[in-house]
């Protein structure tokens, strides 16, 4: 990777690394089970860089900790709703794209996502409906952007979970790494000792 010695530099080989981890553990997978399912293809990347934060922030100054909070905060906003957002986009996108739909209405279809998303809170040029062609995920693994928006969000959960139990949090965590996709995510989650299920029923239940 170019390293130019920019946070941004270290927060991404941190994530890349938190993908080399999760492949070594699940290594000794034969082919067809070794990579682990969309939901999860987030974990080990996403959990990196939180451990890689929670360094930056140990001794850091006043500013350079609410700099990098800040900064934080901004990414998780785009690796959550931001990538949400351009799965609903690839949906809408296919349901139009099997009505005979130009690459034009894609764009159009494009922009009213991102309209929907940012509302009137920043003027978006008309240049920004073309954001989707550069967009690698959309053409070579369709829907892949929701394992983003869904890993980070699981990983928050395991790290507070890791904050709770310490070092009693590790055997779990590595279980998750090393079944790569040889189970469903649930049964993977489930078997170490982390219920996803209950929580979505019962946010479910607390919306309707």
Sequence with gaps: MTYTERVRDVTTLAHELGHAVHALMAADHSVLTFSPPLPLAETASSFGQILLLETMLEGADPKLRRNLLAKY??????????????????????????????PDEISAAYMETLREQFGDSLELDDL????????????????????????????????QRYKELGGAFVPQYLKILATGGSKAPVAILDEAGFDILSGMVDELESLS
Aim: hydrophobic share 45%; aromatic share 18%.
């Design 73 to 102: 905060i901004e990414d998780s906003y785009a690796q959550i709703l931001r990538q949400a957002y351009r799965v609903l986009f690839e949906q809408e996108a296919h349901r139009r794209i099997a009505g005979g739909a130009t």
């Design 128 to 159: 920004f409906e073309n954001e989707w062609l550069t967009i690698g995920h959309v053409f070579t693994d369709p829907f892949y952007d929701c394992s983003y928006a869904f890993g980070l969000l699981l990983v928050l959960g395991l790290y």
